[in-house]
């Protein structure tokens, strides 16, 4: 990260990209005589990049103890207006439901997706809310989780089953729980596994973790529309060689089933999977490479940050673990099979779920709406074409919205009715409005399972006999999600 950032600010300075910019960059609409969110000094063409090193939900979250919960910052040629607040929050939505607004999307990877992203699209066209509608209803319903939760609860045993080989040996829990969901989301979408559990690095596994990383890298074009056609990072090239990788894991999948398509409509036979599914709505090869993709890209990185967080978390908090043990316990048993049917007999497994996000969001910031119309926010002038951020990590440290905000304490939420939807502005782990993320059911359904089977089953200990977990290293790395710098290298022993 820290490498990119550095990258990124050496190359403003070059004379023929500075001269490029200051001629073809249209200036900031003036905010003289007018009342704009406050924030700091920002420096001529660089404007504050440069204090964003450590990680910009740290860097906001500072700039709200400073300058209030509405703050705005320059950011190469672009004016960010970042919420920490609740309220701030609020109005920034009220401001999206009033106002036209677009979606701004990273230079890497833009050419092309309009016409056929969920995550990417600019606006909301009318194919976006059929694709939104089609996951809604074919993957994320309640109808169709029930549907999935055999396949679930297959891949996470296997994921026992592994780990009970593997007790007392070394494993990375990112890596174990990463495969693990692939294969969920393989099953579902293509009735097929795709990676093994013993690691390795190619295959799809290898062009996801490429994506990522791409995404998390900050691309000059990003904050200098204007070096886009230049591409002095080669981050296109890079985005588009590891798209079409993953596309060719399933090219042959969809060519086989689209061959086969049409004797099976005409037997009449019920829809395999999800790729029967779009084949059946009409999408074309890119249409189902496009959002296909976008599912695995959002649908595992996440996931298995929140677990890998969730278990060091309990590891340091040992009081937590040993509750969480005593409830699955009593409500389960030491040798029953876990299935989704039991969750909702865990309320402790549910707070520890939610303390979790509550303190390692999976998106730490919201991702960035510009608005087209100057509007009033909170009493300040915002100018057009502002790029509105809510930082859902500053809201989840806030002592003012938390007892003690920066210690891991699942109790606070045993006793409240504060959930995953969007209602409650201090807790915003998947977002809100037209753009929550609409797989969060389905990604809660998973994070419940996977970290029940974890905790009943094995006794986790780090390695080289280290007793003290106070010692385990939290740093997160910031990206598209939050991750913990250094994975969670642990060795299970089993429980049973």
């Known amino acids: 990260m820290l490498d990119h950032l550095l990258f990124l600010l050496l190359l403003p300075p070059i004379l023929a990209l500075i001269i490029y910019v200051c001629i073809r960059t249209k200036p900031t609409a003036s905010l003289h005589g007018q009342n704009p969110p406050p924030g700091p000094y920002s420096w001529p063409i660089i404007g504050n990049l440069p204090y964003m090193l450590k990680g910009p939900h740290i860097y906001f979250t500072n700039l709200a103890r400073s300058y209030g919960p509405l703050c705005s910052v320059k950011l190469g040629t672009h004016l960010f207006v970042i919420g920490s607040s609740p309220m701030a929050a609020t109005e920034i939505m009220r401001a999206h439901d009033r106002l036209p607004t677009y979606r701004w999307v990273p230079k890497a990877g833009q050419d092309g997706l309009q016409d056929y992203s969920l995550i990417w699209a600019t606006e909301c066209t009318d194919h976006w809310k059929l694709l939104r509608s089609l996951c809604r209803t074919e993957l994320f319903s309640a109808k ?23 007790q007392g040996e070394v494993v990375n829990v990112r890596e174990l729980v990463f495969a693990t969901t692939v294969n969920i989301l393989g099953n579902i979408c293509f009735s097929k596994d795709f990676v093994g559990l013993e690691g390795g690095s190619g295959g799809l596994k290898g062009a996801l973790y490429r994506l990522m990383k791409l995404g998390t890298t900050p691309n000059i074009a990003d904050f200098y529309p204007w070096f886009e056609e230049l591409d002095p990072q080669g981050l296109k090239k890079k985005t588009s060689e590891a798209m079409n990788e993953a596309f060719s894991v399933w090219k042959d999948l969809i060519k086989e089933r689209r061959s086969i398509w049409e004797s099976k409509k005409a037997c009449g036979l019920d829809d395999l999977d999800f790729l029967d599914t779009m084949i059946r709505s009409g999408f074309s090869d890119l249409q189902i490479n496009q959002l296909t993709v976008e599912l695995f890209s959002g649908g595992t990185h996440s996931t298995a940050s929140t677990i890998e967080w969730a278990l060091a978390e309990l590891m340091k908090n040992k009081q937590a673990m040993i509750t969480i043990q005593n409830e699955l316990q009593n409500e389960i048993g030491s040798t029953t099979r876990i299935t989704e049917s039991h969750v909702s007999k865990l309320p402790y497994l549910h707070a520890c779920v939610k303390e979790t996000l509550r303190l390692h969001p999976p998106a730490p910031l919201l991702h960035p709406q510009a608005i087209l119309e100057g509007s009033k926010i909170m009493n300040y002038t915002v100018p057009k074409n502002s790029q509105l951020i809510i930082n859902v ?18 109790e606070r939420f045993c006793e409240t009715n504060v959930d995953f939807k969007g209602q409650d502005f201090k807790f915003l782990p998947f977002g809100v409005g037209r753009r929550m993320c609409p797989g969060y059911p389905y990604a ?14 094995f006794d986790w200990f780090l390695p080289n006999n280290m007793e003290d977990v106070f010692k385990l290293d939290m740093t997160e790395n910031f990206g598209i999600i939050s991750q913990r710098k250094k994975p969670l290298m642990v060795i299970p022993k089993c429980r049973c």
Do not use: C, T, Y
């Not at 809201?395 to 003690?404: F, I, N, Y």
């Open 393 to 410: 990590w500053a809201m989840g440290r806030d002592p003012s919205l938390w007892e003690d905000p920066l210690s891991f304490k699942p």
């Open 444 to 457: 809660i359904k998973q994070i419940h399972l996977m970290l029940a089977s974890l905790v009943q089953n």
């Open 144 to 166: 169709g989780l029930d549907s999935q939760s055999v396949i679930r609860e297959k891949n996470v045993e296997k994921m026992v089953g592994f780990l009970k080989r593997k």
